[in-house]
């Protein structure tokens, strides 16, 4: 008897947990990556990505080129009226880095933040 109340207590959780894990959330999507980007930019200067958009999840910028360059992803919060930035070298930002700020209406960009002319790339993403 001690046997079966054991089991139960212990595989009817387990059950539980993995039946749990079984069923994918409701109303999940996935990205949609647009790339962007890919031309000379100027020092200092941003590209537009085409895109405003209120279920934009995040943005990138990357230097894919040699050596090691200063790129910012910059993102334009229209709704409230901020400009959302990350700078580093090489590559910045990430495919989910705006989902704080779903439901705004977004406007991706890339910079160059170097010196020296560069080649840019830019993905953004929504659901």
Request: proline share 5%; glycine share 12%; net charge positive.
């Amino acid at each position: 008897m001690k046997t079966k109340s054991t089991l139960r207590r212990v595989i009817l959780p387990l059950g539980l947990i993995i039946a749990l894990f079984a069923v994918s959330a409701p109303g999940a999507q996935a990205l949609t990556e647009h790339k962007y980007g890919g031309i000379a930019l100027n020092p200092g200067e941003n590209l537009w990505s085409g895109a405003g958009q209120t279920n934009i999840t995040g943005n990138i910028a990357a230097y894919t080129g040699a050596g090691s360059v200063s790129v910012c992803q910059r993102t334009n919060d229209t709704t409230s009226g901020v400009w959302r930035e990350g700078c580093a070298i090489g590559a910045v930002g990430n495919a989910l880095n705006l989902t704080p700020y779903l439901g705004h209406m977004l406007w991706p960009h890339i910079k160059n933040n170097s010196p020296w002319v560069h080649t840019i790339e830019g993905w953004w993403y929504n659901t």
